[in-house]
């Protein structure tokens, strides 16, 4: 089957990561230690970055990349940022920026990467889960059943052209029908629980500490019956 007839649904990037194969290249490990999470062919690539204990440098991102630690610890250093990113913790590294990494022990980090968009400016944006959020849209009325969510955000990074970014969310409890997403968002549960089912039945409940993503193209319903509050990084084309 090639990966054109796939299913568009939701990936649990933890129960991924655990048995992906890395492969090793020539660059620095933070680069070339590796694995490619299978997805359409397109601006959006994601998988998972296997740090050996010890450290190393990137002279250059070749385009704008979100980073969230999935276990272990690394230290992020370049420009005016000197950040210790730990378990849950997440940064933004834009196309051109330069940094050293140093892990005191064997990490393993999550990423999503957009290529082709508006040059990078070299700077590296960590994601602030802590930031005071304000209010934000809810989901379209026609999808819900039962009462408008409450939803705030706060977005750390935006692209020039808004297509690609990241931040942190918070909602009441709301049920949502299933939409077809237009975008990519990978999630990070910071608190709380949400339900997906997909459009063939496939049905995965993420709690506090999941990471996955939902792919474009998908189309997926939401339960939420407690308060959730996430980090995301979303590719959304206009």
């Known amino acids: ?15 991924w990561a655990a048995s992906a ?13 590796r694995a ?15 740090l050996p204990q010890g450290a190393g440098g990137v002279s250059a991102m ?26 849950g913790d997440s940064v933004v590294l834009r196309g051109g920026s330069s940094f050293n990494w140093t892990a005191d022990t064997d990490s393993r980090l999550l990423y999503m990467r957009r290529a082709g968009g ?11 889960a802590d930031a005071p959020l304000t209010p934000s849209g809810a989901p379209l009325a026609e999808l819900l059943v039962g009462p408008t969510p409450a939803c705030r955000n706060n977005t ?27 975008h990519f968002e990978l999630m990070y549960l910071i608190d709380g629980s949400v339900t997906f089912i997909d459009e063939v039945g496939a049905e995965a409940t993420f709690a506090k500490g999941d990471i996955f993503l939902v792919e474009q193209g998908a189309s997926c319903s939401w339960d939420s ?8 990084c979303i590719y959304r084309p206009a």
């Open 21 to 33: 194969n890395v492969t090793v290249g020539e660059d620095d490990p933070f680069l070339a230690a």
């Open 1 to 15: 089957m090639t990966n054109a007839t796939l299913t568009r649904s939701f990936i649990d990037l933890r129960a």
């Open 36 to 50: 490619a999470l299978p997805l359409a062919d397109g601006p959006i690539t994601a998988g998972l970055i296997a």
């Open 118 to 128: 508006p040059a990078g400016n070299g700077v590296i944006i960590p994601v602030d």
């Open 156 to 182: 750390d990074w935006k692209s020039d052209d808004g297509e690609f970014m990241a931040g942190t969310w918070d909602s009441t409890p709301y049920y949502r029908r299933a939409m077809r997403y237009g």
């Open 62 to 87: 070749a385009a704008d990349e979100f980073i969230i630690v999935e276990s272990g610890a690394v230290r992020i250093a370049g420009g005016d940022v000197d950040v210790t990113l730990t378990e």
């Open 225 to 232: 019956s407690v308060h959730v509050k996430k980090i995301y």
